[in-house]
Nanobody, 118 residues
């Protein structure tokens, strides 16, 4: 079992920055890839960025150059540094993890709200 708890969301003005954290606790399984997703009202959940266990990162085009994903495996913590935020970045941000033998994001956090005002 893996439990994920996000923190760091909030209200920020356009052009500002926020740093999200996702603390993972596990029992038995090794955590592999981790990712940040987001879901805006009335829209489908979308992948924002992912990071392999070795730290290799991938980003959605709409955040490239603005967001940075990183992880500290010693602390089982995933981060998302968000700079140059835009109103369209407003969404609930979710942390997700792959663990054990399955290569799917089976574990999800409860989400943290990010609101960017214009």
């Amino acid at each position: 079992q893996v439990q994920l708890v996000e923190s760091g969301g909030g209200l920020v003005q356009a052009g500002g920055s926020l740093r999200l954290s996702c603390a993972a606790s596990r029992s038995g399984f090794v955590i592999n890839a981790m990712a940040w997703y987001r879901q805006a009202p009335g829209k489908q959940r979308e992948l924002v960025a992912s990071a392999t266990k070795g730290g290799r990162a991938n980003y959605a085009d709409f955040v490239k150059g603005r967001f940075t994903i990183s992880r500290d495996n010693t602390k089982n913590t995933l981060y998302l540094q968000m700079n140059s935020l835009k109103p369209e970045d407003t969404a609930v941000y979710y942390c997700a993890a792959q663990a054990g033998p399955r290569a799917t994001y089976d574990y999800w956090g409860q989400g943290t709200q990010v609101t960017v005002s214009s």
